[in-house]
């Protein structure tokens, strides 16, 4: 199951129930790509925690301190993930999710990744995309201003999944910023 919003918090009940044996993989996304893809989407446009970066961001650190005390409860069924990590590095990133699942890759899997991120096809919502030039648009697509506004609201969640801050316009464009770093889930 593919679930969109929902408090890792809340999956605690699902995970202490032995009979379903169920994995999760938590996708973080930094918090200026969300918002920069969420503009001009028209179902998010009413509601304020999609609207709002310090509602967004409030969710990423709840996200954060669940993700801790789940992965020391059950260090085998919780796996977090930035969303810019599996885009730069589809292939990769979906051998370590495939291994996490133990699942073993097939063709049609390779054949998947080989179509859908190398070729652009389609609108904002088709699934083949080049992978890599996805993650970081939103350092062209807003304008400081806005970026500046969403790193004000989100700085702890920033600083606690690695994602860098763009101290101006010119180091925000500039090819040399590198917006994520490494960072851990500390429990
Ligand atoms: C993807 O990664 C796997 C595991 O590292 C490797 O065996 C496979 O050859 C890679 N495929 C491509 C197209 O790079
Ligand atoms: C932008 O920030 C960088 C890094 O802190 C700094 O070196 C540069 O002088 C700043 N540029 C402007 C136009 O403020």
Redesign the pocket.
Known sequence: MKVVRLRLRLIQEILDDKDLNVKVLLLVRDPRGVMQSRQHSTFCQPAPDCREPSHLCADMISDYVAAGRIQQQYPDRLMVLRYEELALKP??TT?RILKFLRLS?TQSI?EF??SHTNVEVGDAYSTFRVSQKVPFKWKYALDFNHVDEIQIACKEAMLLWGYRMAYNETHMKSKDFNPIEDYTISQ
Do not use: E, S
């Open positions: 292939n990769i051998y890759a390779d990744l080989q």
